[in-house]
Nanobody
Framework: VELVESGGGLVQFGGSLRLSCAHF????????MSWYRQAPGKERELVAH????????TYADAVKGRFTISRDYARSIVYLQMNNLTPDDTAVYYC?????????????????WGQGTLVTVSS
């Protein structure tokens, strides 16, 4: 499985961005998808999570009400819509895929990370 992120960039305080993560190489619906971020000098933290069937989304307290995670099964893409951005949201954002255990297969990694995309919010 390969994950390819896009959509990062520089945005002003209060602005919006939409991150995309394209999933290649296996059945998209077999994976729970998440977005993490890592700010300079800080640990990587979970931002948002969506279950394999899209039925449940969870968010970090810091982004609740501002960020929305969604997934498009036809395109095998997971999105992170980020609104009302602040400088505290500046970080490298990583896409993560975890296979639902019942769908795990030999030769396929159970967890995969994307390469990361940088989001910078100016004050």
């Amino acid at each position: 499985v390969e994950l390819v992120e896009s959509g990062g960039g520089l945005v002003q305080f209060g602005g919006s961005l939409r991150l995309s993560c394209a999933h290649f190489g296996d059945v998209f619906a077999n994976y729970a998808m998440s977005w993490y971020r890592q700010a300079p000098g800080k640990e990587r933290e979970l931002v948002a999570h969506i279950t394999s069937n899209g039925g449940k989304m969870t968010y970090a307290d810091a982004v609740k009400g501002r960020f929305t995670i969604s997934r498009d099964y036809a395109r095998s893409i997971v999105y992170l819509q980020m609104n009302n951005l602040t400088p505290d949201d500046t970080a490298v954002y990583y896409c993560n895929a975890k296979v639902v255990p019942v769908f795990a297969r030999p030769g396929f990694a159970s967890e995969v990370w994307g390469q990361g995309t940088l989001v910078t919010v100016s004050s």
